[in-house]
């Protein structure tokens, strides 16, 4: 695999991570305060 290849890697895994992740933690951030 070349670095083009492992940036978008990165970055697809990076969204995932931010959308399985993002409601989560707003619940989370929403009953803290």
Same mark, same amino acid.
């Given at each position: ?5 492992? $940036? ?8 995932? $991570? ?7 933690? $707003? ?7």
């Amino acid at each position: 695999m070349d670095f083009d290849t492992n $940036i978008q890697h990165l970055k697809l895994a990076y969204w995932t $991570i931010l959308m399985t992740a993002g409601p989560i933690l $707003i619940v989370a951030l929403a009953v803290g305060l």
